[in-house]
Structures are given as structure tokens and as C-alpha cells.
């Protein structure tokens, strides 16, 4: 209240020609000023991530979901199918990205939570067998983390008779 009466003393001070009104900041005025400094001629986008990401991991599912059917698709499934690629183009396009794992040779260094380590005999170096929830970037960003079980070879322990033998 204090600063209000002070800032009405001030502009007293000087002739009624040169005083300055205070501005009025409603949403529209401001949402041009923030266009004006972008140099677009939109207002600038908010983006909940959270929800982004949540959305591409459900389509992800479902177009994996899709992919795993047996035996011959029916002309739903196969419809359902195209919209749910077009849907990953069209998001795709707009800077979000989802990255599955499965089978990728896989690296302690990588930004993933892994959740199982499963033995397997089969294997020679540690391979992602199952994401279980994707990668999702949006516009180069990470805004959220994969997770992956990660099958390792199997360990050659050897005993003391096998080493003797």
C-alpha cells in the first residue's frame, strides 16, 4: 500500500503532461509481449511432459500389444494398426520420440533403469531382452527414463574337481 501511495508522489513531481500512467497487465498484453520477444507470431507453447510422455508409452503398448496378435489380423486390428503408426508419425514430427530397447546390446553407461538381470546361456555379451517401459524424448530431451530386463551369459563358475580334471 505504502509503494502504491509513494510511486502517485512521485509522479506528482512532475507536470501533469509528463506523468505516466501505471501499466495494465491483463493475459492478452502479456501473452503478446512474450510473442513479440519469441519472434513468433504465436504464443508460446506449454508443454506438460508428464502427460507427453505418459500418452506415447500407452501408444507404444498398444501398437506393441498390436504386433503380438497370432494368426491372421482382422480388418479392425489392421485399421486400428495404421492409426496408431500414423499417431507415432504424427508425434514424431512434433519432436517426441520413443525408443524401445528390445534387443540392443545393452551398456552400463546408457540412461536406462534396468530392473531384472537374467542369466543366459545362449547370450556372449549383456543384450536388453524386454522393455518393459520405452525411452521418450521430446525435442532432444530426455523426459523419461526406459525400463529394460537385461539378459547377461551365463557365468562359468568352475570348481575345484572341474580345474583338477
Not at 501511495?5 to 509528463?18: K, Y
Not at 531384472?116 to 556372449?124: I, K, N, S
Request: charged share 25%.
Amino acid at each position: 500500500m505504502m509503494s502504491r501511495i509513494r510511486a502517485a508522489l512521485r509522479q506528482r513531481r512532475h507536470h501533469r503532461a509528463f506523468r505516466i500512467a501505471a501499466p495494465v497487465w491483463d493475459d492478452a498484453r502479456l501473452d503478446h509481449l512474450l510473442t513479440s520477444l519469441a519472434g513468433t507470431d504465436e504464443p508460446p507453447n506449454v508443454v506438460d511432459e508428464a502427460a507427453l510422455a505418459d500418452a506415447a508409452t500407452n501408444l507404444w503398448r498398444a501398437r506393441k500389444k498390436l504386433g503380438r496378435c497370432d494368426g491372421p489380423a482382422s480388418t479392425q486390428a489392421r485399421q486400428a494398426g495404421r492409426y496408431l503408426r500414423s499417431s507415432h508419425d504424427a508425434l514424431a514430427l512434433a519432436g517426441l520420440i520413443v525408443q524401445d530397447h528390445d534387443g540392443a546390446e545393452f551398456d552400463s553407461g546408457l540412461s536406462l533403469e534396468v530392473l531384472v538381470f537374467q542369466d543366459d546361456p545362449a547370450l556372449t555379451t549383456e543384450v536388453v531382452l524386454e522393455t518393459v517401459r520405452p525411452s521418450v524424448y521430446f525435442r532432444g530431451r530426455p523426459i523419461l527414463m526406459g525400463q529394460v530386463i537385461v539378459g547377461c551369459p551365463a557365468q562359468h563358475k568352475q570348481t575345484v574337481e572341474d580345474h583338477h580334471a
